[in-house]
C-alpha cells in the first residue's frame, strides 16, 4: 500500500540563512535543490521522499519543495552559499536531505515557523 506523502513545516532563520539570495538563485535558473541539513533536533519520524515541505523564513511561507532523497552525511548542507554563519552551527550535523523547490510565493503569506527546524503539519 502506497504511503500519501506528509506535510512538514521547514524554519529557516534569517539571520542565519539569506533566503533571498536563494530565491534569485532559483530565479535565474542556476539550481532549483536546495542541500538542507537535519540540523541537531531529534525527530522520531523523518521526511521521505516525495513528502511536502513548506518553508517559513522571517514569519512568511516563502517557498515549497519536495524530498528528493532520504538524509545522507555529507558536507553539502555546510557548503551552501546562502549560509550566513561561519562555521555554520545549526549545520553542522553531517545528515542532509535534498529539497526540490517546486514553487517561490512572491506574495508569501503570514506563516509563523517554529523553534525546531522540522515540523510535521
Known sequence: MKMSPMNWKLTWNPKKYD????????RSGDTNLIYQAKG???LKILPKIGDNIYISCDKKLIM????????????????DECNLDDP?????EPEYVILKIVEIYDNPK??????GTWKQI
Open 88 to 92: 555554520r552551527f545549526h549545520a553542522s
Open 19 to 26: 533566503y533571498n539570495r536563494r530565491m534569485e538563485i532559483f
Open 110 to 115: 503570514h506563516f509563523i515557523g517554529f523553534q
Open 40 to 42: 541537531n533536533q531529534r
Open 64 to 79: 515549497s519543495c519536495v524530498v528528493m532523497s532520504d538524509f545522507k552525511e555529507g558536507k553539502d548542507a555546510q557548503l
